[in-house]
DNA sequence: GTCTATAGGCCGATAGAC
DNA sequence: GTCTATCGGCCTATAGAC
């Protein structure tokens, strides 16, 4: 080893090529992606496209993995006070906004559509995206329960509950490209009014 | 017009292809699906194909529109009695396993990816599935509320909502291919669970 | 309308120079 | 590692016989 050689991961060129494929390939999905367009976009030339990643699955499979990996969970859970409602909303609000996001839906889309052809890539958003925040919630849950302010006897499904009721018809809408794109006022209402449900179910 | 003469919609190798096309298209998607596969399992030449349809933009289309318009609502809302836990239950059961048929969750899988190409589809899809399921079952809600079996006070809403809970984790699971695949008791816990926070937000 | 045969192009992947 | 140039194949779409 000679030390000071830089790997191949942190080469430029390799972060050129994960940059645009990522883009290209969480925009427009796999099949309508060519290894050209990459090339292009990345500013190589195919061949060292080629010396990085064995083959268009072996790239696609490390994007979206990668992908799966970051950037799929919506933050942290602390120090919400002792206002259980407020704290809902406030979480619910971050929560929905995520998941509206362009990224967020585009990664849906991609990976939804290929976890046939790709299972490892649907096990890795599931576990990495919605089981990781639901897990996540849930343990928040069960301390506010623990704390005599819910109460509930499944916080996991409590979570999953309020998450379900959370995307509502708005990011049913926008996961199909369906106008018009959700605004801030209907998104504020879906998390009051799921808030509500929820509390009168759970609530003490 | 001759008046005997078989139209082109009803041409037996027209059938053929949609029949094939649609298994197809459905079970693999847009990119992952070749005219030549078509023309094969349709028993047909590719010159027939193109005789019917001018390109497999238009044939996907006219495929994933067709299947759009039909069996994407689960069955009817009549007749539940006077016990409306009981009627969201059995609603409840039927609307979440029909959304977890294969044919449901696979062309939620093709729509939700192709819907960026083909913003019609996407359309199409949430009108004629989630919208007129969810508008269903809103009005049987507020027909419920007017006799006074429930309290609310924006039905399409509170379907949303129900329909939320419904879908969970099982339906994310599913739609993901991430095993397990829901079983009949899962499914029945998870009706039974938001039929439980659904009665306790709403009812009277 | 339906077929066989094929045009014409883009695709994924590689050879070989440097 | 990176490039230019190219291969072989599959793709969409069509021409022409019947």
Redesign the interface.
């Known amino acids: 080893m000679s030390g000071t050689a830089p790997r191949l991961e942190d080469s430029p060129k390799r972060t050129q090529i994960m940059d645009a494929a990522a883009a290209l390939f969480i ?6 992606v060519s290894m050209d367009a990459i090339a292009k976009a990345a500013a190589v030339s195919k061949a060292t496209l080629y010396a990085h990643f064995r083959s268009k699955d072996a790239l696609f499979a490390t994007i979206i993995r990668e992908a799966c990996q970051s950037n799929l969970t919506f933050g942290a859970f602390e120090t919400h006070g002792a206002d259980t409602r407020a704290a809902l909303l406030e979480l619910g609000g971050r929560m929905l906004r995520f998941l509206l996001e362009d990224r967020a839906l585009a990664i ?6 290929e ?3 790709f ?1 490892e890539l ?2 890795a ?2 576990e990495n995206g ?2 990781t925040s ?1 897990g996540l919630f849930a343990g928040w849950l069960k301390a506010q329960a623990d704390a005599g302010r819910l109460r509930l006897s ?1 916080p996991l ?1 409590a979570a ?2 309020f998450f ?6 708005a990011w ?2 926008a ?4 106008p018009p794109a959700p605004n801030e006022a209907e998104i504020d209402a ?1 998390v009051a ?2 808030v ?3 509390l ?3 609530g003490t």
């Open positions: 925009a427009q999905g796999y099949g309508a849906h889309r991609v990976v939804m559509a976890s046939v052809r299972p649907g096990r958003f599931y919605p089981r639901c499944d499904r999953e509950q379900g009721m959370l995307k509502g018809s049913g809408r996961a199909l490209g369906v879906t009014s799921a509500e449900v929820f009168r179910a759970y």
